[in-house]
T-cell receptor
Framework: TQLLEQSPQFLSIQEGENLTVYCNSS?????LQWYRQEPGEGPVLLVT?????EVKKLKRLTFQFGDARKDSSLHITAAQPGDTGLYLC?????????????FGTGTRLKVLA | EPEVTQTPSHQVTQMGQEVILRCVPI?????FYWYRQILGQKVEFLVSFYNNEISEKSEIFDDQFSVERPDGSNFTLKIRSTKLEDSAMYFCASDVPGQGVEKLFFGSGTQLSVL
C-alpha cells in the first residue's frame, strides 16, 4: 500500500515566520502535486513536480522533489495570514500502470497576524 | 479558466436512500475521478474512469457505488443505498494524463449528509 505521510500535521505560526512542510513515502512517484484546500472547497493545485531533485518556486513558496522521487517539501517564506489552509501533497505512484493519485495526510497551517 | 463543476453543493438524504452526485469535467479531459473526504480526514480515492469504463477503484467503492458518463459532458456518482458513514465531501476531478505533467483539477465538492 502506497502511503504519503505529511508532517507536521498541524502548524500555528506568527506572520513573517518561515516554515517547511514535508511529504514522505517509501514508494516512488512519477509526479507529485501540492494542493491547498480551504474549508468547504475542493483542493486547488499549487504545483506539480516531476523530476527527481526538481525545485519550483511560486512567489514565497518553494517546492522540492526528492532525488529518489519518494518525498517532497514545501517551504513558505515570510508566511502571511492568507497562507492559512490545509496543504495536501498527492502523487501518482510510479510503475502502477494506472492513473490513480493518492493523497497525503495533510498539514493544517494557521498563520496568526 | 476552465473548471470542474459539481452539483448539488449540499445534499441531505435519509439512510437507505439513493443519491446521485453530478459533475461536469473539463471538456477536453479524458480521465475522471471521484474522491471523498470525511470531515477532518484525508482525501480518499474512490474510482477513476477512462474511455467509458472504470479504470481503477478502491476498496471503498463497493457494490453500492456506481459511476456513469451518460452523455458527453456529465459524470455521475450514484450511491444506491446510503449509509451514515457515507457522509462526506465528495470531489470530482479530471485530467489529461500522458502530456508530460500530470495534474488533477478538482470541483468544489458536494457535501453529502446522511441522516
Amino acid at each position: 500500500t502506497q502511503l504519503l505521510e505529511q508532517s507536521p500535521q498541524f502548524l500555528s505560526i506568527q506572520e513573517g515566520e518561515n516554515l517547511t512542510v514535508y511529504c514522505n513515502s517509501s514508494s516512488v512517484f512519477s509526479s507529485l502535486q501540492w494542493y491547498r484546500q480551504e474549508p468547504g472547497e475542493g483542493p486547488v493545485l499549487l504545483v506539480t513536480v516531476v523530476t527527481g531533485g526538481e525545485v519550483k518556486k511560486l512567489k514565497r513558496l518553494t517546492f522540492q522533489f526528492g532525488d529518489a522521487r519518494k518525498d517532497s517539501s514545501l517551504h513558505i517564506t515570510a508566511a502571511q495570514p492568507g497562507d492559512t489552509g490545509l496543504y495536501l501533497c498527492a502523487g501518482e505512484p510510479a510503475y502502477s500502470g494506472t492513473y490513480k493519485y493518492i493523497f497525503g495526510t495533510g498539514t493544517r497551517l494557521k498563520v496568526l497576524a | 479558466e476552465p473548471e470542474v463543476t459539481q452539483t448539488p453543493s449540499h445534499q441531505v438524504t435519509q439512510m437507505g436512500q439513493e443519491v446521485i452526485l453530478r459533475c461536469v469535467p473539463i471538456s477536453n479531459h479524458l480521465y475522471f475521478y471521484w474522491y471523498r473526504q470525511i470531515l477532518g480526514q484525508k482525501v480518499e480515492f474512490l474510482v477513476s474512469f477512462y474511455n467509458n469504463e472504470i479504470s481503477e477503484k478502491s476498496e471503498i467503492f463497493d457494490d453500492q457505488f456506481s459511476v456513469e458518463r451518460p452523455d458527453g459532458s456529465n459524470f455521475t456518482l450514484k450511491i444506491r443505498s446510503t449509509k451514515l458513514e457515507d457522509s462526506a465531501m465528495y470531489f470530482c476531478a479530471s485530467d489529461v494524463p500522458g502530456q508530460g505533467v500530470e495534474k488533477l483539477f478538482f470541483g468544489s465538492g458536494t457535501q453529502l449528509s446522511v441522516l
